[in-house]
T-cell receptor
Framework: GQQLNQSPQSMFIQEGEDVSMNCTSS?????WLWYKQDPGEGPVLLIA?????ELTSNGRLTAQFGITRKDSFLNISASIPSDVGIYFC?????????????FGKGTKLSVIP | ETGVTQSPTHLIKTRGQQVTLRCSSQ?????VSWYQQALGQGPQFIFQ???????GRGNFPPRFSGLQFPNYSSELNVNALELDDSALYLC????????????FGSGTRLTVV
């Protein structure tokens, strides 16, 4: 099945550093979302973006919906150990009440204390 | 407010067998979706159920089927299991009044041997 192109695949950073990851697609999406998944758990929504060009923050997290509607990025500022996990971007296709998410392959983040 | 609960948490089946996975949606949510997450990949949309009917399907063969019950809980059935069906199966619920990002369960880890 289709998956979005997410990069980087993995990152090792020092505690306190900023992180940036992005996601691109060959298709247009009307909604972009960013999720975090911890081991043994399901994905948890971090940020949802509903309009092209939109820049949204949630605490130390900032995400933008690309103007072409084919890309998005997520920034994490001043990383802390609990930021460790796998981050997924997802694009939403919706129609007739059906909500279908297309996910990227994820960015695995490791934070070195 | 209870979240999405899935059972069982782990399961081992033999190739060719059939399996049923169960999901209870979050309180107030009437739409349930199922995703397959292979190791190292992002979740892939299987299908969605609303009002006890399938109203969206991803690129999965007919041996993947589902049910939704009047209390909005759901089952995922997979017939004639193949080795490649080994994955984490995630259930997600949402409100039909508007997409709010889904609430995912912790998943069922299925191993086919």
């Amino acid at each position: 099945g289709q998956q979005l192109n997410q990069s980087p695949q993995s990152m090792f950073i020092q505690e306190g550093e900023d992180v940036s990851m992005n996601c691109t697609s060959s298709s247009i999406f009307n909604t972009w979302l960013w999720y975090k998944q911890d081991p043994g758990e399901g994905p948890v929504l971090l940020i949802a973006l509903y309009k092209a060009g939109e820049l949204t923050s949630n605490g130390r997290l900032t995400a933008q919906f690309g103007i072409t509607r084919k890309d998005s990025f997520l920034n994490i500022s001043a990383s802390i150990p609990s930021d460790v996990g796998i981050y997924f971007c997802a694009g939403l296709n919706s129609g007739a009440g059906s909500y279908q998410l297309t996910f990227g392959k994820g960015t695995k983040l490791s934070v070195i204390p | 407010e209870t979240g999405v609960t899935q059972s069982p948490t782990h399961l081992i089946k033999t190739r060719g067998q059939q399996v049923t996975l169960r999901c209870s949606s979050q309180s107030g949510h009437n739409t349930v979706s199922w995703y397959q997450q292979a190791l190292g990949q992002g979740p892939q949309f299987i299908f969605q159920y609303y009002r006890e009917e399938e109203n969206g399907r991803g690129n999965f063969p007919p041996r993947f089927s589902g049910l939704q019950f009047p209390n909005y809980s759901s089952e995922l059935n997979v017939n004639a299991l193949e080795l490649d069906d080994s994955a984490l199966y995630l259930c997600a619920s949402s409100s039909a009044s508007g997409f709010d990002g889904y609430t995912f369960g912790s998943g069922t880890r299925l191993t086919v041997v």
